[in-house]
């Protein structure tokens, strides 16, 4: 089994930056993609950033240019940077793994609890 622990969310005031992060671990073999997901209260969740076992990265619109997705693969931890936050940036952040645990032979997605980023003057 893999379990995923992030941290790092809080109050900020606009314009103000956070750096949430994602550490894996349990029986882990392979680690491909790694995303942040977030969700806005009364809203879908949504994805925000995505970063493939190459380095490779995306970024949703809304957060292109401000957000940055980074990862350790020595330390299974995957992180997102936030810059010039906005009011809208607030809502629960989650993180999704696609890894490979021992005994198995397939890609799984697992899911971190969340971690509330609130942005507010």
């Known amino acids: 089994q893999v379990q995923l622990v992030e941290s790092g969310g809080g109050l900020v005031q606009p314009g103000g930056s956070l750096r949430l992060s994602c550490a894996a671990s349990g029986s882990i073999l392979s680690i491909n993609a790694m995303r942040w997901y977030r969700q806005a209260p009364g809203k879908q969740r949504e994805w925000v950033a995505v970063?493939?076992?190459?380095?490779?990265?995306n970024y949703a619109d809304s957060v292109k240019g401000r957000f940055t997705i980074s990862r350790d693969n020595a330390k299974n931890t995957v992180y997102l940077q936030m810059n010039m936050l906005k009011t809208e940036d607030t809502a629960v952040y989650y993180c999704?793994?696609?890894?490979?645990?021992?005994?198995?032979?397939?890609?799984?997605?697992?899911w971190g609890q969340g971690t509330q980023v609130t942005v507010s003057s």
């Open positions: 999704n793994v696609m890894a490979v645990a021992y005994g198995s032979s397939r890609y799984d997605v697992y």
């Open positions: 970063i493939v076992s190459g380095g490779s990265t």
